[in-house]
């Protein structure tokens, strides 16, 4: 009995897709990822929200892009030879982000998944759900793709606001 329940317990893997922004380790579930693309230029979107960045053309879709280093509050995306457009998906709301870079596939036991700080929930942070901490290298933070389309919701009430 003791063999299957350490069997089942190896089997509760999580696979993570990692990308870098403004030098730091992001990742999402790979459960919510379509794909990774090369960067290609955003058309903007006129009195779109403000993390909005655009949208691309992805073979006949039009994808809305959003800059994940603005959304993390870290600045903008460069846009050099190694950007890439992490395209995803949500209750069937499909959503490019822009990175720096796609890093790796990263597998993980779903008990090496920590809850982020207290201190930093209490405040209100609610951008990661999850750090992964590796031997030998600085901990992944496991964004939450929900709160940051809802931080896009939110930076569109002002503007709509305004307009009333």
């Known amino acids: 009995m003791q063999g299957a329940s350490v069997a089942a317990v190896s089997d509760n893997r999580v696979t993570l897709g990692c990308f870098e922004v403004r030098g730091s380790v992001f990742a999402l579930d790979v459960a919510q990822l379509r794909e990774v693309v090369r960067w290609q230029p955003v058309t903007a979107l006129p009195s779109a929200p403000e993390l909005i960045e655009g949208v691309i053309d992805l073979r006949g879709v039009v994808v809305p892009v959003i800059d994940l280093a603005r959304a993390l509050g870290l600045g903008a995306v460069d846009a050099g030879a190694q950007a890439r457009i992490v395209v995803t998906e949500v209750d069937g709301l499909v959503v490019g982000l822009a990175v720096d870079a796609a890093v ?10 920590e809850d982020p700080p207290a201190l930093a929930i209490q405040a209100g942070y609610g951008a990661s759900r999850a750090v992964v901490r590796r031997p030998d290298a600085e901990p992944v933070m496991v964004l939450s793709l929900e709160h940051l389309l809802e931080s896009v919701y939110r930076s569109a009430l002002p503007a709509q606001e305004d307009s009333r």
């Not at 790796?104 to 998944?113: G, N, W």
Request: proline share 0%; hydrophobic share 60%.
């Open 104 to 113: 790796e596939v990263l597998s993980v036991d779903a008990t090496v998944m």
